[in-house]
């Protein structure tokens, strides 16, 4: 079981910078990430990393902007969002999964990103 609590959402204007941090608890997953999802559209996973290698991978409209990092002895995910857009809108997500395998078993409560122009 892994217990996942989402904070620093809000609001920006264009061109800003937010940073959303995920605590979790319970068992290591193999892997964590980030997703959004704006209204009337899908579910979208902007971030990856491994928990063990560090190994980051990030979806193309994020990537060069955002950037995932895990605090292990913190046991906090963090996805710092630079030069944000107002595309960028949307309800994010952290989730993590099994111990031994990369999936999205768990998922936080959501923080919503607002972006205006």
């Known amino acids: 079981q892994v217990q996942l609590v989402e904070s620093g959402g809000g609001s920006v204007q264009a061109g800003g910078s937010l940073r959303l941090s995920c605590a979790a608890s319970?068992?290591?997953?193999?892997?964590m990430a980030w997703f959004r999802q704006a209204p009337g559209k899908q579910r979208e996973r902007v971030a990856l990393?491994?928990?063990?290698?560090?190994?980051?991978t990030y979806s193309d409209s994020v990537k060069g902007r955002f950037t995932i990092s895990l605090d292990g002895a913190k046991n906090t995910l963090t996805l710092r969002m630079n030069g944000l857009k107002p595309e960028d809108t949307a309800m994010y997500y952290c989730?993590?999964?099994?111990?031994?395998?990369?999936?999205?078993?768990?998922w936080g409560q959501g923080t919503q990103v607002t972006v205006s122009s």
């Open positions: 989730s993590a999964g099994p111990q031994d395998y990369c999936g999205y078993t768990y």
């Open positions: 319970g068992d290591t997953p193999t892997c």
């Open positions: 990393i491994y928990t063990s290698s560090r190994k980051t």
